[in-house]
C-alpha cells in the first residue's frame, strides 16, 4: 500500500496539466450541427441559466464554444457558465457544481456513464469519434460467416455516429442484427441506458453481441447485464485493431474481488461512501445497504467526501471496509492502494446477502440499480433479514482469518427506522442503563477533531502564518 501521505513530489505529479497529446480537437467534440442542436434544446425548455460541463482535456474549447452560443442566441438575457472541475468524475452530470451558479440545465460535453438525473434537463454532446468501417465488417465477416445470426451491435457513446453510419451496411450483412440506440430522456431502457427495436429472437445468451470501443467499464457492463456467452470487442484504441471473443465475467481482476467479499462478511463496521449526490436512486441503494448491514448486526456509517483517494479513506481507521455507492463507470475500488478493501454495492449485496452465498460472482454489476425494485437482480430485504436470522447458527469459517464467524442478529422493535444506526441499551455500573451508538466508538479517543473553543483564548494580533507544503514551510517561525 502507498503512504497515506502526499510528498511534494506527488503534489507536483498531480498538478502537472494534460499534455497536448491528450487534448481533443474542437472537431472532435463541436461543431455547427452540435451548436444548433444545443441551441433548439435551450429554447424548447426555456432555460436562463445554462452550465456547460466539459472534461479536462476540452476545456481549454469552452471560450469558444460559449462565443459561438451567444452570438447565435437570440435570448439576450441567456447566460452560460463553465464547469471547470467537477464534484465526483468528468463522465457524471454534476447538479452540485450546477447549483452553485443556480443553473436550470446543464450541457454535458464528452463521454458520459448516462447514469439517470431527476432533478435538472440535461443534454448530453458526445465525442464524435471515427473507426476503419471496412476493416471491421471483414473481422465481423471472418468470425461470423453467417448472416443469418442475429447479432446485436452495442458501443461507447463517442462512436454514435460512426455506427449511425455504419449501421446500413451492418443490416445489409446481417439482416437479423439489432443496432442498439441511446434512450432518450422520456424513454424506459430496455438495457441499461440502451433502446433495443428487436422482435421476436432466441435469448439473451444464445445471441452474439459486437461491442465498438474501449475495453473499459461501459463495455463491462454493457456485458455483464447482457448475460452473453459470445461477446465480441473490436477494441478502438488498441494500434493493432482486431474482433476479440472475449469473457467479462471471467475477467482476472474479478477473481480478485472475493478477497475483498471475505473481507466484507468478517467486517464489523462498514462505511458507505456517497460518490454521487445526482444519479437517481442512490438515496434508496444507501438505506438498502444499512439495512442488510443491520440485519447482521453489522454498524455503518455514511461518508462524503467528494473525489475518493486513498489518503481520504485512511482517515478512517475504524472502519473495516467501504462501500462505493457512485457511477457505474467509477472503478476507483479495483485500486490496490486503499488501506481498507472498498467494495462496489454488489459486492457488498454478496457480503451481506445470505442468498447470495451459493452463487457469488455467478452475476455481477457495477449499477446499483439494478439492485433496487424493479432490476435485474433485486432481492427483498425483509426475506433476506428473515432468511438471516433462520441461518444464525450455521456453520461459517472466514477464509481471511480462518476463524469461525458468528452473526449476531439484532432483534428490533417494529418502530424503529431502518436507517438509524444500532441503538440497543447496554447495562452499566450500579444497575444503570446507557443508550449506545455507532457514534460512541469515537468517543474514547484523544483527538476527536478540531475544536474551536470560543471565548476561551485571548485576542491576539493577525500573523502571517506558513506556507507551502507540510514537509518544507515557508516563514515557519520555529526555524
Given at each position: 500500500m502507498s503512504s497515506a501521505f502526499?510528498?511534494?513530489?506527488?503534489?507536483?505529479?498531480?498538478?502537472?496539466?494534460?499534455?497536448?497529446?491528450?487534448?481533443?480537437g474542437l472537431a472532435d467534440i463541436w461543431n455547427a450541427e452540435q451548436r444548433d442542436r444545443c441551441l433548439r434544446w435551450i429554447q424548447k425548455h426555456s432555460l436562463k441559466r445554462v452550465a456547460l460541463q466539459l472534461p479536462d482535456s476540452a476545456l481549454h474549447h469552452s471560450?469558444?464554444?460559449?462565443?459561438?452560443?451567444?452570438?447565435?442566441?437570440?435570448d439576450s438575457e441567456l447566460a452560460l457558465f463553465?464547469?471547470?472541475?467537477?464534484?465526483?468524475?468528468?463522465?457524471?452530470?454534476?447538479?452540485?457544481?450546477?447549483?452553485?451558479?443556480?443553473?436550470?440545465?446543464?450541457?454535458h460535453f464528452g463521454h458520459a456513464c448516462l447514469s439517470k438525473v431527476a432533478r435538472i434537463p440535461v443534454l448530453y454532446v458526445f465525442l464524435q469519434l471515427t473507426f476503419d468501417e471496412e476493416h471491421l465488417l471483414a473481422a465481423l465477416s471472418q468470425e461470423l460467416?453467417?448472416?443469418?445470426?442475429?447479432?446485436?451491435?452495442?458501443?461507447?457513446?463517442?462512436?454514435?455516429?460512426?455506427?449511425?453510419?455504419?449501421?446500413?451496411?451492418?443490416?445489409?450483412?446481417y439482416p437479423s442484427a439489432t443496432v442498439a440506440t441511446i434512450a432518450e430522456p422520456d424513454q424506459q431502457a430496455d438495457v441499461l441506458c440502451w433502446k433495443l427495436d428487436e422482435g421476436a429472437h432466441p435469448p439473451n445468451g444464445e445471441r452474439p453481441v459486437l461491442y465498438i470501443g474501449r475495453d473499459n467499464l461501459s463495455f463491462f457492463n454493457t456485458a455483464?447485464?447482457?448475460?452473453?456467452?459470445?461477446?465480441?470487442?473490436?477494441?478502438?484504441?488498441?494500434?493493432?485493431?482486431?474482433?476479440?471473443?472475449?469473457?467479462?465475467?471471467?475477467?482476472?481482476?474479478?477473481?480478485?474481488?472475493?478477497?475483498?467479499?471475505?473481507?466484507?462478511?468478517?467486517?464489523?463496521?462498514?462505511?458507505?461512501?456517497?460518490?454521487?449526490?445526482?444519479?437517481k436512486g442512490y438515496l434508496e441503494i444507501v438505506s438498502r445497504v444499512q439495512r442488510l448491514a443491520k440485519a447482521r448486526g453489522v454498524r455503518t456509517y455514511l461518508i462524503s467526501i467528494g473525489k475518493v483517494n486513498p489518503e481520504k479513506l485512511a482517515n478512517f481507521i475504524d472502519i473495516d471496509c467501504f462501500v462505493l455507492v457512485g457511477c457505474p463507470e467509477n472503478d476507483v475500488f479495483t485500486s490496490r492502494e486503499f488501506f481498507r478493501p472498498l467494495l462496489s454495492v454488489f459486492e457488498a449485496e454478496m457480503g451481506l446477502n445470505v442468498t447470495w452465498r451459493e452463487k457469488l460472482l455467478a452475476s455481477y454489476t457495477f449499477n446499483f440499480a439494478d439492485l433496487l425494485p424493479d432490476g435485474r437482480l433485486h432481492s427483498d430485504v425483509e426475506e433476506v433479514a428473515a432468511l438471516a436470522r433462520e441461518t444464525n447458527d450455521t456453520a461459517d469459517v472466514?477464509?481471511?482469518?480462518?476463524?469461525?464467524?458468528?452473526?449476531?442478529?439484532?432483534?428490533?422493535?417494529?418502530t424503529t427506522d431502518a436507517n438509524d444506526t444500532c441503538r440497543d441499551v447496554a447495562p452499566k455500573g450500579r444497575n444503570e442503563l446507557a443508550q449506545i451508538s455507532s457514534a460512541d466508538q469515537f468517543s474514547n479517543r484523544s483527538w476527536q477533531g478540531l475544536e474551536q473553543k470560543l471565548?476561551?483564548?485571548?485576542?491576539a494580533l493577525v500573523q502571517e502564518g506558513r506556507s507551502g507544503i507540510p514537509i518544507r514551510y515557508r516563514n515557519d517561525p520555529t526555524d
Open positions: 502526499s510528498s511534494g513530489d506527488s503534489i507536483v505529479q498531480n498538478q502537472v496539466p494534460a499534455t497536448a497529446a491528450d487534448r481533443l471560450v469558444q464554444i460559449v462565443s459561438e452560443l451567444r452570438d447565435v442566441a437570440s463553465v464547469l471547470a472541475d467537477t464534484s465526483y468524475g468528468s463522465c457524471c452530470v454534476d447538479e452540485i457544481a450546477a447549483a452553485h451558479a443556480n443553473a436550470d440545465g446543464i450541457v460467416p453467417d448472416c443469418t445470426v442475429a447479432l446485436r451491435c452495442f458501443y461507447e457513446v463517442a462512436y454514435a455516429n460512426a455506427v449511425a453510419r455504419l449501421k446500413g451496411a451492418l443490416l445489409a450483412r455483464v447485464a447482457l448475460e452473453t456467452s459470445q461477446c465480441y470487442l473490436y477494441d478502438t484504441s488498441r494500434p493493432d485493431r482486431q474482433l476479440v471473443r472475449t469473457d467479462a465475467v471471467g475477467a482476472k481482476w474479478l477473481r480478485r474481488r472475493y478477497y475483498a467479499i471475505e473481507r466484507c462478511m468478517d467486517a464489523r463496521s462498514i462505511g458507505i461512501v456517497v460518490a454521487t449526490l445526482s444519479t472466514s477464509l481471511v482469518t480462518g476463524r469461525a464467524r458468528h452473526v449476531a442478529v439484532r432483534e428490533e422493535e417494529e471565548g476561551q483564548d485571548a485576542p
